[in-house]
């Protein structure tokens, strides 16, 4: 088992891929596809949960994701990704998609995601993970507003949780 510290950097965690946008990859607008997207952020979001408790992880929730600008097959897709926050056992991780138009080299935020990990023990219960501390700006941005998110979050999942339960009376 790897000893990892109780405190980690945002930086530990971070991930970079990129990605090229081929025909089978786009919608009937010649765009990206969402759901590709999105399974390509969980992917990396994944990987940052797993670097920073060093353990397997599970998605708990996809607070957003939200797309700004349309990707193009002219574009390649940079994804990056760092745990910004931590409960006792879930982190929140942040990821940034950026356009890059191959031609021109424009680049813009095309999307931005939050979704939420929890580490598993080897028996699949929740585990510990190590607090998160912020060195950057936009690290120290993100860890400084994810109180008001971890709220809504719960929130959002009390309400779903009741949601289910009437359905279910259905």
Known sequence: ???IPDKRPCSDSRVFQTNRVLPPDTNNHHTLFGGKLMASIDVVASISAAKHCRSECVTASMDSVDFLHPIR????VHLESFV???GSSSMEVFVKVIAEHLITGETK???TSFITFVSLDENGKPKRVPAVYP???EEKYLFHSAEERTKSRKARRKLSIYLAEQIEKY
């Open 135 to 137: 060195e950057t700006e």
């Open 73 to 76: 097959p002219t574009d390649a």
């Open 1 to 3: 088992m790897t000893n």
């Open 109 to 111: 935020v095309a999307a």
């Open 84 to 86: 910004t926050y931590t």
